[in-house]
C-alpha cells in the first residue's frame, strides 16, 4: 500500500515563480527522498533528509521534515520551464520494517514560459 | 557514473505471450534491486524486490508466478511478465542502489508494455 499523500496533485506557475509540494506519510521513516520524473522517463533522485534532520537544501531546492507531523516539503525556487515534471515523495523504512522505498502519489508540476 | 540501463524501452506483445525485461547496473554492482509498476498518472508500486543469488521478495498481491524475477549476476535483474494479458500493460521500472544502505536509488528509464 501506498506510504506518502502529496498535494498538490498539480500545480500550475509561471516561470520564476516558487513551488511548494508537500508530502506527508504514515509510519516511522529512516529518510525521506524526493525524486523528479520527466514524462515516461525513470526517475531521477534530487534530495535526501533523514529522520533526524529538519531542513535540507540543494542548489534551487528546499526540503524541510517535520516528523512530529509525518510531513515533508519541497520548495522549488525561482523555477524555470525546464523544472516542469512528476515529483515524488519516498519514504525508506527502517531495516526492521523491510528497508523499503515507497512513493508518494506525486505532484504533477508545469510551469510556463 | 552509477547507471542503471533497461531493456526494452518499449515493447508491444500480444496476449498469451511472456515478456521479459532486464535491468542492469552498468558500473556497480547491485545485489538488490526493486522492480516498480506504474499506471498513467499514478505513483510507483513497488512489485517486488529481487536478490542476487536468492529467491525474490514479493510484494502482496503481486504473483509470483505471473511476474518472474530472476537475479542470477551482481548486474542482471530480469522480470517476465508471463501469458501476458492486456491489464498487464503498464510502466515497468527498475532501480538498485549503488552506495550504502539508506542511500537513494537509481533507476532504468523504464519499460512501456503494451499487450495487445
Not at chain 1, 500550475?12 to 516558487?18: A, C, L, Y
Not at chain 2, 552509477?2 to 505471450?17: E, F, L, Y
Not at chain 2, 552498468?26 to 529467491?55: C, H, I, V
Not at chain 2, 498487464?88 to 495487445?116: E, K
Request: include cysteine; hydrophobic fraction near 30%; aromatic fraction near 8%.
Amino acid at each position: 500500500s501506498q506510504q506518502g499523500e502529496e498535494d498538490p496533485q498539480a500545480l500550475s506557475i509561471q516561470e520564476g515563480e516558487n513551488a511548494t509540494m508537500n508530502c506527508s506519510y504514515k509510519t516511522s521513516i529512516n529518510n525521506l527522498q524526493w525524486y523528479r520524473q520527466n514524462s515516461g522517463r525513470g526517475l531521477v533522485h534530487l534530495i535526501l533528509i533523514r529522520s533526524n534532520e529538519r531542513e535540507k537544501h540543494s542548489g534551487r531546492l528546499r526540503v524541510t521534515l517535520d516528523t512530529s507531523k509525518k510531513s515533508s516539503s519541497l520548495l522549488i525556487t525561482a523555477s524555470r520551464a525546464a523544472d516542469t515534471a512528476s515529483y515524488f515523495c519516498a519514504t525508506k523504512f527502517p531495516y526492521n520494517q523491510g528497508g523499503k522505498l515507497i512513493f508518494g502519489q506525486g505532484t504533477e508540476l508545469s510551469v510556463k514560459p | 557514473g552509477a547507471v542503471v540501463s533497461q531493456h526494452p524501452s518499449r515493447v508491444i506483445c500480444k496476449s498469451g505471450t511472456s515478456v521479459k525485461i532486464e535491468c542492469r547496473s552498468l558500473d556497480f554492482q547491485a545485489t538488490t534491486m526493486f522492480w516498480y509498476r506504474q499506471f498513467p498518472k499514478q505513483s510507483l508500486m513497488l512489485m517486488a524486490t529481487s536478490n542476487e543469488g536468492s529467491k525474490a521478495t514479493y510484494e502482496q498481491g503481486v504473483e509470483k508466478d505471473k511476474f518472474l524475477i530472476n537475479h542470477a549476476s551482481l548486474t542482471l535483474s530480469t522480470l517476465t511478465v508471463t501469458s501476458a494479458h492486456p491489464e498487464d500493460s503498464s510502466f515497468y521500472i527498475c532501480s538498485a542502489r549503488p552506495g550504502p544502505y539508506n542511500s537513494p536509488l537509481h533507476f532504468g528509464n523504464g519499460t512501456r508494455l503494451t499487450v495487445t
